[in-house]
């Protein structure tokens, strides 16, 4: 079981590493989009020491066209392969919520699907209580994605 993290950047099939790393490697993927805006280049944000501008999508033309990009990307994902992508965010202003980073949402759902797939698995002949798991990236250089690989691998995030 894999899951792959794509961003901005990686809303392709043909040539994304990770995806292509997962693929080979594992027998079910989870494409995972997290929308985390509080955590993509806003001053104040992690990883952002310095910035004196706004560097995130959020609230410009670039966030419309992502919308765009996944949609196509989804409805591509069913299509060809019979797969879905996962959306995954909260609102950080919603009401009594401490909103969730990327790490968390991507462990979380990988957690998900394995709690699923070792219920599924019981009473079959061949029982595996453990399914592997692990999470794909591409690398990026950006202060504020570094920080959210770092925070990803420091919560025990099986790497890919």
């Given at each position: 079981l894999g899951a792959v993290w794509l961003r901005c950047g990686d809303l392709r099939l043909s040539d994304n590493p990770a995806l292509h790393e997962a693929?080979?490697?594992?027998?079910?993927?989870?494409?995972c989009f997290c929308w985390c805006p509080w955590e993509e280049g806003k001053p104040g944000g992690p990883g952002s020491e310095g910035l004196r501008q706004d560097w995130s999508l959020e609230g410009t033309a670039l966030q419309l066209l992502m919308a765009e990009a996944l949609q196509g990307l989804a409805a591509r994902v069913r299509e060809e392969y019979g797969n879905r992508l996962l959306i995954l965010g909260?609102?950080?202003?919603?009401?009594?919520?401490?909103?969730?980073?990327?790490?968390?949402?991507?462990?979380?759902?990988?957690?998900?699907?394995?709690?699923?797939?070792?219920?599924?698995?019981?009473?079959?002949?061949?029982?595996?209580?453990e399914?592997?798991?692990?999470?794909?990236?591409?690398?990026?250089?950006?202060?504020?994605?570094?920080?959210?690989?770092?925070?990803?691998?420091?919560r025990g995030a099986p790497p890919g």
């Open positions: 693929a080979s490697a594992c027998d079910e993927v989870l494409l909260q609102d950080p202003a919603a009401p009594g919520t401490v909103a969730p980073g990327a790490a968390e949402l991507l462990l979380e759902a990988l957690e998900a699907r394995r709690q699923h797939r070792r219920v599924a698995a019981q009473g079959e002949e061949e029982e595996d209580d399914v592997e798991a692990a999470v794909y990236w591409n690398r990026r250089a950006e202060p504020w994605e570094r920080r959210r690989e770092v925070d990803l691998e420091r």
